[in-house]
């Protein structure tokens, strides 16, 4: 079925730093919509270990207040001169202190446990996500910038709301223990205490809310860099990067973009540390300030000197349970924009492509072909997204089944759109097409799939073995080695799979051990291979079939291609007249439209196009 291409899903804006930035107070409300969907997210990873991560934060909040009033009797204890409730109190402390350590490696578990499980299931959901995205997708760079952002620390994030959720909760009821120590020495104390921690709090967010939107401004660039990478560091691109001396030039290329990034990234850096040290001193200031009251008091004989030290403890440690509660804030929010990243690319819409110009694209705009079997172009045109021009235009074609169709032309003439029309890559911007006169977005998706074996040009050298690579063209029979067999007797890969060591179990590529490197030519042959593994496909789709292929290799095949495709309806693309012309009838493409077709014999005595284009390739080999 056919749908109006998404529109984006809305997220925090990644404008460029140097633009327009979106209000504070704007970014501070949406900050933290994502907190409620990830928590969700980590309770359905793991239940057992999300309730011993809630439970030992809360055994956290409060032995460290225990501790606190063991320390208060030890020293009243001590100064009364009691022996016995000296050792009493002190071994009490050791106890709670032993759990408290307990306590904090239970929690450091419990976090490495819960990232390692989330990690896991944030990537397969991305991954997942990808299967369900259509072509169209993977053509737009602005989806790739949006993967980018999505796999960007999104493994980690997820635990780091917890544990800053978890924290806040934590250091809250601490504060909330340490505060009705302290009402009880000056309520005008912890207030002042509080305000003083306050705008370095909010200088940490807005730097959170900066690192965030420039990360996000510059994915275009974070790829740049891996792809610089992959060409320097890959087997596939090493031959020509050596010969014609790339490598300083794109390394130069490397640097220089990670330069930028590198300075920028030192900016913001050095602005975040100075403000944050200038503005903690105000902390600090307000800290001593309460702490030369407690002492004075305490040499006024106000207090005793164990309650002086509980003050003094509750002081410190309830400011920087309260330093806690404000940076688990600025954490969640910063965790909470990546987060968006993540929910932003999961939440888009899917669907085979452009819709059709017609009111109901649900709904063919004439009945189908009652009993005909073949296929069928009507009035087929298709824009690729965000294109002024047409890639095809006006295609009106029947191919009848069991038939044989070569298309001809330039590259950029239509011919590989034409291809990704018919196997529902992409659905027509106008026009449909119907197989056996239902229309194709009417058809189940598997179905039709199974109809239809196809071999791209641009095919995939996958890193597996030799059976894998054949036997993916039909996951189902994958482990079916006698068709494994036929199809690699067909595809013309016998004889060089019984010269390998291993057979088809013999791992292909050089990308793991014992792999072996294969020349063009055989690659292709595998390729082929595995477009006959759909021995139930009626319809087969070879996109230059032997462009790799060497003379002996492609004149075997030639002899067998009838019988290859007999009873089958083929569709050949090629540059190669001795293959274009076994077909049973040919078409001709030039600027996304038909210019001529027919057989072989009749496109010769017709002069035009394509007998243009036999007799300068048959010159060639005068």
């Not at 000296?86 to 071994?91: D, E, G, K, S, T």
């Not at 809250?172 to 370095?200: C, D, H, K, R």
């Not at 819709?355 to 709904?363: D, F, G, I, L, Q």
Request: with cysteine.
């Amino acid at each position: 079925m056919s749908s109006p291409a998404p529109h984006p899903v809305p997220s925090p804006s990644p404008a460029s730093p140097r633009g327009d930035k979106p209000g504070f107070r704007a970014r501070l409300r949406d900050g933290f919509a994502s907190t409620p969907r990830t928590l969700a997210m980590v309770w359905q990873a793991s239940r057992p270990v999300t309730v011993a991560l809630g439970g030992l934060t809360l055994a956290g909040a409060t032995l460290p207040l225990a501790v606190a009033w063991v320390g208060k009797a030890i020293i009243d204890a001590v100064v009364a001169g009691d022996r016995d409730a000296v050792l009493r109190w002190v071994l009490v402390e050791l106890g709670v202190v032993a759990l408290l350590a307990l306590t904090t490696r239970g929690l450091g578990l419990a976090r490495s446990l819960l990232g390692a499980r989330l990690s896991v299931d944030v990537n397969v959901m991305i991954l997942r996500k990808a299967l369900t995205l259509e072509l169209r997708h993977f053509e737009d760079t602005e989806f790739y910038d949006r993967l980018t952002r999505a796999r960007r620390e999104a493994s980690s994030r997820p635990v780091s709301v917890v544990t800053s959720t978890f924290q806040f909760a934590q250091n809250t009821l601490l504060l909330a223990g340490y505060v009705a120590l302290l009402l009880g020495f000056s309520g005008w104390a912890v207030l002042g205490l509080a305000l003083a921690a306050l705008p370095a709090t909010f200088s940490e967010l807005r730097f959170s809310s900066e690192a965030f939107r420039l990360r996000n401004w510059r994915a275009p660039e974070t790829r740049r860099l891996n792809y610089l990478e992959y060409v320097l560091a890959n087997d596939g691109h090493a031959k020509e990067v050596r010969l014609f001396g790339l490598g300083p030039m794109l390394l130069g290329r490397y640097a220089d973009t990670a330069e930028g990034l590198y300075r920028e990234d030192r900016a913001l850096a050095w602005r975040r540390a100075m403000w944050g040290y200038l503005l903690s001193l105000l902390g600090s200031g307000a800290f001593y300030a309460c702490y030369l009251l407690i002492a004075l008091a305490a040499v006024a004989g106000e207090v005793t000197l164990g309650t002086m030290t509980l003050y003094v403890v509750a002081f410190r440690q309830g400011q920087q349970a309260f330093q806690s509660i404000l940076g688990a804030i600025g954490t969640l929010y910063e965790d909470n924009l990546y987060m968006s990243n993540l929910f932003a690319y999961l939440a888009m819409e899917t669907g085979p492509g452009p819709a059709p110009t017609r009111e109901n694209p649900t709904a063919p705009a004439e009945p189908p072909v009652p009993g005909e079997r073949g296929v069928r172009f009507e009035g087929v045109g298709f824009q690729y997204p965000d294109q002024s021009g047409w890639a095809l235009r006006g295609v009106d074609l029947f191919i009848p089944a069991g038939r044989s169709l070569a298309l001809v032309g330039q590259n950029g003439a239509g011919k590989t759109t034409f291809i990704k029309l018919l196997t529902r890559l992409y659905a027509p911007t106008e026009g449909r097409i119907l197989l056996d006169g239902r229309d194709l977005r009417d058809w189940d998706e598997a179905a039709l799939q199974a109809r239809i074996g196809v071999i791209f040009q641009d095919f995939n050298r996958y890193q597996l073995t030799a059976r894998e690579n054949v036997g993916v063209g039909s996951v189902d029979d994958l482990d079916d080695l006698a068709r494994v067999e036929r199809a690699v007797e067909r595809g013309g890969a016998k004889d060089d799979v019984s010269r390998w060591s291993r057979g088809l179990e013999t791992p292909l590529g050089r990308w793991f051990k014992d792999g072996t490197e294969l020349s063009g030519g055989q690659w292709q042959k595998i390729a082929l291979s595995r477009a006959f593994m759909r021995e139930q496909a009626d319809i087969l789709v070879l996109d230059e079939p032997t462009a790799a292929l060497d003379a002996e290799a492609e004149h075997t095949l030639f002899e067998r291609f009838r019988q290859l495709t007999q009873g089958r309806t083929t569709l050949l693309i090629s540059h190669r007249f001795p293959t274009v012309r076994m077909a049973d009838h040919i078409v001709v493409l030039e600027g996304g439209h038909i210019v001529e077709q027919g057989s072989h014999d009749a496109l010769i005595a017709a002069d035009g196009r394509y007998a243009h284009l036999f007799t300068l390739q048959a010159s060639g080999y005068a």
